[in-house]
């Protein structure tokens, strides 16, 4: 039986958001913002009060593959909120909001309905509610909601399904299919746009917003194409019948973005279009035969050059209303591709603001001057392109790929190429200062490691990347936070182990290990704003820099003016000191490389530390007993100990310290464990300080993936983990170690640890066991330490629940050592590119 006293609360998500402009969106009514992030949707909350922590603090699962399109619904008629995704599987998915934030509880989402599938990957969302208060702030017929929700999802077959939502019917009719529009010539769809058309006005006997027989919409279509294709159309209970109308010219590469915004004053809509030609095209939906007054001639001249204005005229309606959509105006200024734009009007003053994204790394916010109308860019946030390398060593950023208002239009934010957000608030007096956001690696998080005293968390990836998280000292609820971007590499870095406060070792497909020394510009922002003391801060070089097309971080002793690096923390116009943002972690936290350790044929599979820090192990990926060696490496001068260890004929998974270093423990993909027993007591001789002890060949009968050590206090024992489900405990039985007690699961276990004390409960004193399977699930199992020595009756003490648990495989669980008696942490590291810290009470 479930021991239920474990109580588990997760305290920090971190992970990066996929590189596509319409996998993001800002809910008006939760205030939460959604990202696709891989497989997974992250969900981040922002909390500028701090009566709350802030921070991704779910991730919802049901996609099968990369997530590559969010959006939330706006104004439903209860303010829950409804969320939409779609992705590379081709699926769209409806979630809502079941259960609301509160002060002892995450929110949670639900899966609601999902479409039957595109015949390609769905690119892009757009939605649309009768009745509904818009998320640029118009309103319109609130009290009209028997239509629900209309909804467009663009797929990269080049076809653009409708369809109609109603929360409020019976699952099989929540989500019901109306028409199938096909691109002519047919191109890649990238945006997609979704309004209503201007309705009758009051001369015309009908109340303005007043529905009559069936309801007009306005498409936009663009993509691998220089034209806009807007199609109209109506809807009806179980059908819908668009048909192209129009195609806007005009832009001279790609469109990757559309807005729609309705025009208070003049009740017409405007169409924001942002493309890869670096421009921003403005067009007006005009109801009736004669052109908007600014629209009347043929020609407009803008820059010297003469623009064509050619009205493209269409009916709409069961009574055939005459519409036009002429050009506006064309918005110069950024220097780049424009990857988004979006609009947003203020419900109080009616006024139109424009944001836009662009690969040039910079967020403009864009309006009509109030005398003369003319569109002008009134804040620019980020940096100017000129500024910055062409590659990531030089700290470019890859542009902005999206731009998002907050539901009061205080807050912008936007992501670049690395995954990680940034953000920026106003106080409306049209300052825009950059605040604390959310990053996260991109690829799978391959391993994770404590620092010594659990002071801080390593994590690597495939993505190239190493970060350090700490507590942020100065925040109300001390959350974790990125602090510094130590490695940033040109191979994927498979594993990483800290070996002292100051150093870490981590090695990559690169066939190497390098030593990563602290720089004294980190330690004193670590000490700063985490309160983390380091005894021989002097004695650190100051910063590290890499060269353009360079691998190696190499240590700078300069004055950081002179380098260009400053060492001071991110500040606010108040000049509260942040954990670094974004621009600073990817340019100005390297760690400088002090050692590369040689030896292994192919990629790095693991390295192990001794819990003294004096010796690490190290292993490869191999298919032969001359590369499954272990080669051992001592940490003061990094020469290498040899003979090099053979006892493996595949991969070495992992590999383990006893507390004491008296055991080394490696398994492996030959389904062999061995024990090393250590033979010196320093490393004053030059030899391997361990020797095979003993093997044991088909320990189980799958793969290993992982194996650690019990507590001391808790005698001579260690724990298997292996593909076959079963988790086994092995003790040391007179000169031999046996299987003592064999733990089935229902699906293989991928990573394992073991707290590194004996914890006291009131049913005695036990040992804690963390254990991680393939599919993201985990779970916390206890065994009872016998009196004479010795564990026995494992069973599982903390049951997590799958929606705060990673969607993909674990790849490494780590206690955090050190920690309080009633109260324990835990970090883990997954293939959907997360990395997560729990905390569990006793």
């Not at 403005?282 to 407009?300: D, N, Y």
């Not at 662009?358 to 967020?363: E, F, G, M, R, V």
């Not at 910055?388 to 208002?405: D, E, P, V, Y």
């Not at 053979?646 to 004491?660: C, K, M």
């Amino acid at each position: 039986m479930t021991d239920t006293r474990g109580r588990i609360h997760p305290r920090f998500v971190s992970i990066g958001a996929n590189r596509i402009p319409a996998a993001s969106d800002w809910d008006i009514n939760s205030g939460f913002i959604a990202y696709g992030a891989g497989n997974v949707i992250a969900l981040w909350r922002i909390d500028e009060t701090e009566k709350s922590s802030s921070g991704v603090f779910a991730t919802l699962k049901g996609h099968t593959d990369k997530v590559s399109a969010v959006r939330f619904l706006d104004g439903t008629p209860d303010s829950s909120s409804i969320l939409l995704s779609g992705g590379v599987d081709k699926v769209l998915r409806v979630w809502k909001l079941v259960k609301p934030f509160t002060a002892s509880d995450i929110p949670r989402y639900e899966l609601l309905v999902q479409s039957p599938p595109h015949d390609g990957s769905i690119v892009d969302i757009a939605v649309e509610r009768v009745g509904s208060k818009h998320s640029n702030g118009s309103s319109e017929d609130t009290e009209k909601k028997e239509n629900g929700t209309i909804i467009a999802s663009a797929s990269a077959d080049g076809s653009i399904k409708i369809w109609r939502l109603d929360a409020s019917k019976e699952e099989e009719k929540v989500l019901t299919h109306l028409q199938t529009l096909t691109t002519k010539p047919k191109y890649f769809p990238l945006s997609i746009a979704l309004a209503k058309l201007s309705s009758a006005n009051k001369k015309d006997g009908v109340e303005a917003g007043e529905r009559t027989e069936a309801d007009v919409w306005v498409l936009a279509i663009s993509g691998s194409s220089n034209s806009i294709q807007i199609f109209v159309g109506s809807t009806f209970e179980d059908k819908s019948d668009f048909a192209l109308s129009a195609t806007l010219t005009g832009h001279e590469n790609w469109i990757r973005s559309l807005s729609f915004v309705r025009e208070a004053s003049t009740d017409d809509l405007l169409l924001a279009t942002g493309s890869q030609d670096r421009y921003i095209r403005l067009w007006r939906v005009h109801r009736g035969t004669a052109l908007p007054a600014q629209s009347a001639g043929s020609k407009m001249m803008i820059m010297g050059q003469a623009l064509s204005n050619k009205a493209h005229r269409f009916s709409a309606g069961s009574g055939k209303q005459d519409y036009s959509i002429t050009f506006e105006a064309l918005l110069v200024g950024h220097e780049d591709w424009v990857y988004s734009a979006s609009f947003r009007k203020d419900t109080t003053d009616g006024k139109i603001k424009l944001l836009t994204a662009s690969a040039d790394n910079s967020l403009s916010i864009w309006e009509a001057d109030e005398t003369s109308g003319i569109w002008v860019c009134t804040a620019r946030m980020g940096e100017a392109s000129g500024m910055k390398g062409s590659s990531t060593a030089t700290g470019s950023t890859g542009g902005f790929w999206t731009g998002l208002w907050s539901p009061y239009g205080n807050n912008v934010v936007s992501f670049g190429k690395n995954g990680g957000w940034r953000r920026w608030n106003t106080s409306g007096e049209g300052e825009w200062v950059q605040k604390g956001a959310v990053a996260g690696h991109i690829r799978d998080v391959m391993g994770v490691s404590w620092e010594k005293e659990g002071k801080y968390l390593l994590s690597t990836s495939l993505d190239q990347s190493t970060r350090l998280y700490a507590r942020w000292k100065s925040s109300k609820h001390r959350p974790f936070y990125e602090f510094s971007r130590p490695q940033i590499h040109g191979y994927d870095i498979n594993s990483i182990v800290s070996i002292s406060p100051t150093k870490f070792v981590s090695g990559a497909d690169e066939k190497l290990m390098r030593v990563f020394g602290e720089p004294r510009g980190i330690a004193k922002m670590l000490e700063d704003l985490c309160g983390i003391q380091q005894a021989d801060i002097d004695s650190l070089p100051d910063v590290a820099s890499q060269p353009v097309l360079g691998l190696s971080n190499k240590a700078v002793n300069t004055a950081p003016e002179e380098n260009g690096e400053g060492e001071e923390n991110d500040q606010d116009a108040e000049g509260h000191a942040y954990p670094p943002f974004e621009d600073s972690l990817s340019r100005h936290t390297l760690w400088p490389e002090e050692e590369k350790l040689y030896g292994h044929g192919y990629e790095i599979s693991t390295i192990g530390c001794s819990n003294a820090g004096d010796v690490i192990a190290t292993a490869c990926k191999a298919s032969s007993i001359s590369h499954a060696v272990i080669r051992m490496f001592e940490t003061k001068t990094w020469r290498q100990l040899k003979p090099a260890l053979e006892a493996h004929s595949l991969t070495v998974n992992r590999i383990a310290f006893s507390r004491d270093d008296t055991y080394m423990l490696s398994v492996g993909r030959d389904r062999q464990w061995t024990v090393f027993e250590r033979v010196t007591e320093g490393l004053e001789e030059f030899g391997a300080p361990y020797k095979p002890m003993q093997v044991m060949a088909k320990a189980q009968t799958r793969v290993i993936f992982d194996g650690k050590w019990v507590p001391l206090e808790a005698g001579r024992a260690f724990v298997t983990a292996a593909r076959d489900k079963t988790v086994k405990v092995w003790e040391l039985q007179g000169k031999d170690w046996g299987c003592t007690e064999t733990v089935k699961f229902e699906e293989p276990i991928t990573a394992i640890d073991i707290l590194d004390r004996v914890i006291d409960l009131d049913e005695g004193r036990f040992v804690v066991l963390a254990v991680g399977l393939e599919s993201g699930a985990w779970s916390v199992y206890k065994a009872k330490v016998k009196e004479g020595g010795g564990i026995e009756g494992w069973g599982q003490w903390v049951e997590v629940d799958g929606y705060i648990a990673p969607a993909k495989a674990i790849t490494q669980i780590a206690w955090k050592p050190s920690g309080e008696d009633k109260t324990f942490e835990v970090a883990i590291s997954s293939e959907d590119s997360s990395v997560r810290i729990y905390e569990i009470q006793t």
